[in-house]
């Protein structure tokens, strides 16, 4: 079976606990940041109400801060200045997250990719673009953020997990106890949900439960891109068909998940039980599934 998304988790059951007798199922659904939104929530309808639309202005403000397709958005902006003033303390989170899970995977997270699959999707030769990726010579902090000569960046690896967290905080701060949100990668609070794992090659792999945790699931062949897989390097390559990380966050998850499909087995190993992460799920190219977990 074919899938043609970078994501391929999908919800197989609704929560399975009992539901307070005034509490009822509010679901919502919409587009941000090139995924499908599905927000799911237990709660009476004065409550869901207020809290969806909380949910809603996370959405446009991380759309407002890191929509690549909005020329408006900051990392647009960014983009094509090369500078940036006094970023959004939004925008510094993503910065420092980035910086984590770049150092975390020796280099194989990258937001400077940009120009790279810029190159690619306009057929274009890479050689010039493949030379400007390098995260350490982004410099940001509080006061600024300087790209290097030629730079820009995408979040396409991680945003989609960042904002997944913005708007299940959000929800939580209204009081709401048993929600799922999905922007492309999933946090689920009580529940349990259970989701299902799909590679774009051979299908449905498995099935996993969230309560208070999240998943995130990248497949590099999900989406062509200039005779190769969307996700993006300078000099490393895919090696692995699909990567699904568990871990506390959805940012972390993402992030990880992103890098981790051009990662060793090794690598991957030493991995499981930092930044939250507690379990990865891999397929080989093969076909193989095989897991690897934090000690219980």
């Known amino acids: 079976m074919k899938l043609n998304r970078r994501r391929f988790l999908s919800i197989s059951a609704a929560c399975m606990l009992a539901t307070p007798a005034r509490a009822q199922i509010h679901r919502w659904q919409g587009r941000a940041l090139g995924a499908e939104v599905d927000i799911t929530l237990h709660a009476p309808a004065e409550i869901a109400e207020p809290a969806l639309d ?22 647009s902006r960014l983009n094509r200045t090369g500078h940036l003033d006094a970023p959004d303390v939004m925008f510094r989170r993503l910065m420092q997250a980035c910086t984590q899970v770049h150092a975390a995977t020796g280099g194989l997270f990258d937001p400077t990719v940009q120009p790279l699959w810029r190159a690619l999707a306009e057929r274009q030769p890479p050689q010039a673009a493949r030379a400007l990726i390098d995260w350490s010579r982004v410099r940001h902090s509080a006061a600024s953020v300087t790209l290097g000569e030629g730079q820009a960046l995408t979040f396409n690896g991680i945003a989609q997990g960042f904002a997944t967290d913005l708007v299940a905080e959000a929800l939580r701060d209204a009081g709401l106890e048993r929600t799922l949100v999905n922007i492309g990668e999933f946090r689920g609070t009580g529940g349990p949900w259970r989701l299902g794992i799909s590679d774009p090659e051979i299908g449905m792999i498995g099935t996993r439960t969230l309560t208070s945790s999240a998943i995130a699931t990248s497949s590099p062949k999900a989406v062509p891109l200039g005779g190769q897989g969307h996700i993006l390097h300078g000099h490393a390559k895919p090696r692995w068909s699909t990567v699904s990380v568990e ?35 891999l397929v080989s190219d093969q076909g193989d599934v095989s897991r690897v977990e934090a000690p219980a």
């Open 54 to 75: 909380r949910a809603r202005g996370s959405l446009d403000a991380v759309m407002a801060q890191f929509d690549l397709f909005d020329p408006a958005s900051t990392v």
């Open 247 to 281: 871990a506390a966050t959805a940012t972390m998850a993402d992030g990880f998940s992103t890098a981790l499909t051009m990662a060793r087995l090794e690598d991957i190993r030493a991995a499981v039980g930092t930044f939250g992460i507690r379990r990865i799920t």
